[in-house]
């Protein structure tokens, strides 16, 4: 016997959000299928919420940093739809964009996931998701190894520059001018 997934479209997945079944639940659209989302830990959290207060200041007025809100990717009908939640998404401005749908790929400037129990997950499927939807720039905070790894240059299903990073400054692409102190990242 073959098993078949049924893989749920970016308006089939509205609709069971819009409709209250999953309220409370934590989890996620990813390749058309809902995943579950893995418990957020202290370190998880705390790296979140530190990085976020950060990224706001450097950015204000030039960008908007989401925190664990959807995006909607891969948004046609013969796709495999995906809706993650990032743990922080850097967006375009005005903010008012968003009143009406999530953040596309062409108003992403990069996207950062946070990692310790989700490494796996976060290096090998979101890498392809992101890529194949051109996402310019995917960070991951690996707080296993304690190093930022950053992806770019996505063509396809993946990034062809992955480059690691322990100590320093990192500057986005979207803002070159910029440097991100890591300290200031990789806080475990």
Do not use: C
Not at 26 to 44: N, Q, R, V, W
């Amino acid at each position: 016997m073959t098993l078949t997934t049924y893989k749920w479209s970016i308006e089939e997945w509205h609709d069971l959000v819009n409709s209250g079944v999953l309220a409370g639940k934590k989890i996620e659209l990813l390749e058309g299928e809902i995943i579950e989302m893995s418990p957020e830990g202290i370190s998880h959290r705390n790296t979140n919420h530190k990085a976020v207060k950060y990224l706001r200041k450097l950015l204000d007025g030039l960008a908007e940093v989401y925190e664990s809100h959807p995006i909607t990717l891969d948004n046609s009908p013969h796709s495999r739809a995906s809706e993650p939640e990032p743990d922080i998404a850097i967006v375009r401005l005005p903010e008012s964009i968003y009143d009406t749908h999530h953040p596309y790929p062409e108003d992403i400037y990069w996207l950062i996931e946070i990692s310790n129990e989700t490494l796996k997950k976060d290096l090998e499927q979101k890498t392809i998701t992101y890529a194949r939807n051109g996402i310019l720039e995917y960070w991951v905070i690996d707080l296993v190894n304690k190093k930022l790894i950053v992806h770019t240059q996505p063509q396809n299903n993946k990034y062809f520059q992955v480059v690691e990073h322990r100590v320093g400054t990192v500057s986005p692409l979207a803002f070159p001018q910029m440097a991100i102190a890591l300290n200031r990242l990789l806080l475990y």
